[in-house]
């Protein structure tokens, strides 16, 4: 006899607490597949009639305006003017831009490539310039930042969507996630902490106290739950685990502290190699780790995890969107679900989602086999 339905909040908190609950929350990433089948579409249709059967962890963007990689036609910067230009190159739209701040002068340049083509559905900019080329553009930095918004009515509006269905997280991104990595080449950035770290740890830092600053705001905003990204500092960028845990782990534990003093969840995102990090980042005491993904693609072993940080850190994620869910067969799903769980599923402690977004061109009996099986396989007794 199965145990009494719960609702998919209810679900996720059992799990996280490393209880089990009636049956194994399903949570994959779904944006991309979402966008090319749907378009956009409210997260009432959603949460109603597209997705059913998931428990939503479902993700808001930074609060905060993040002008290193957004090109808006207007900005916020009352002390900044900028200048920029937009042209076609080819199949890119191409942005240059100078921020004429009271410190001086910063440019950048970036290539868009078009949407929904080869380049799939959110295709990544490519910088051809950066903004920060030496150690005295620092100084400069801060007036192209924005101020922290420290307005969440968006994120209780949302949660109010979301309601019983499950939790809502609000993004705060890694110093270097879309922020030093973006600014400044990460080859260059390697190579600063060698030659320059000075002016590494200056860069990392600043961009380090502006994510404290974010996660306080939407704490005290009443987020109840931080999805940290932190794919950019990942091992499969080039950091070595030495770097990793003398630079990166630290800044991971301000983060989480800072976020448990509040009551509220952390949920660490990196797509990328865990296996020689995971201890590591399971050391800091998140409550998440996702998205476990395993090989070909990375290199994260589940039942090697579920021994080793499994009783402390909630597992999430795992299953294979690219070679499982959008090349395999309705049989490679049923097979890698049923291992999964079969795995990870006692005590409490996972939740079964996907290596990163389900892919546009999933074919639809994958797609069914995936949530058949996950909830078929994922009952508890």
Not at 154 to 174: E, F, K, L, P
Not at 242 to 270: C, K, M, N, W
Not at 290 to 310: H, V
Not at 361 to 377: A, F, I, S
Request: proline letters at 6%; aromatic letters at 10%; charged letters at 25%.
């Amino acid at each position: 006899m199965g145990r009494a339905e719960m609702t998919g909040r209810e679900r996720l908190l059992t799990t996280i607490r490393h209880e089990e609950p009636d049956r194994v929350p399903i949570s994959p990433r779904y944006g991309a597949w979402l966008q090319a089948v749907y378009g956009s579409v409210p997260l009432e249709r959603v949460r109603d009639e597209i997705l059913p059967h998931i428990d939503f962890m479902h993700i808001l963007g930074p609060a905060t305006p993040n002008y290193v990689i957004s090109y808006p036609e207007q900005y916020n910067l009352p002390e900044v003017e900028v200048e920029q230009k937009r042209y076609e190159e080819g199949e890119y739209t191409v942005v240059e831009r100078t921020f004429h701040t009271p410190g001086g002068d910063l440019s950048d340049r970036t290539k868009i490539p078009p949407s929904g083509r080869e380049f799939g559905v959110s295709p990544n900019p490519i910088k051809t310039e950066y903004l920060v080329k030496s150690a005295d553009d620092l100084r400069i930095l801060p007036y192209i930042l924005h101020e922290v918004v420290t307005d969440f009515t968006g994120y209780h509006q949302t949660n109010a969507i979301i309601g019983d269905r499950g939790i809502c997280m609000m993004n705060v991104r890694s110093c270097l996630d879309h922020n030093a990595g973006d600014v400044r080449d990460m080859q260059d950035l390697m190579v600063d902490y060698y030659t320059d770290r000075e002016f590494f740890d200056g860069l990392l830092e600043l961009f380090h106290q502006r994510s404290l600053q974010q996660i306080k705001a939407a704490l005290e905003g009443g987020v109840e739950a931080i999805f940290g990204s932190w794919y950019f500092n990942s091992l499969s960028a080039g950091w070595s685990p030495a770097i990793y845990r003398e630079v990166f782990v630290p800044q991971l534990r301000e983060h989480v502290e800072l976020t448990h003093s509040y009551g509220a969840l952390y949920d660490f995102y990196d797509d990328g190699k865990l296996k020689d990090t995971m201890e590591m980042i399971a050391e800091t005491g998140i409550d998440v780790l996702e998205t476990c993904t395993p090989p070909p693609i990375c290199d994260f072993d589940l039942r090697e995890a579920k021994q080793k940080i499994g009783g402390t850190t909630t597992l999430k994620g795992y299953v294979d969107l690219l070679y499982v869910l959008k090349m395999g067969t309705p049989e490679d799903v049923e097979r890698t679900v049923a291992k999964a769980m079969e795995i990870a599923k006692p005590g409490g402690g996972w939740i079964i989602g996907s290596s990163d977004s389900f892919r546009e061109g999933t074919p639809p009996e994958n797609l069914e086999t995936y949530w058949r099986c996950c909830l078929e396989y994922g009952a508890y007794e």
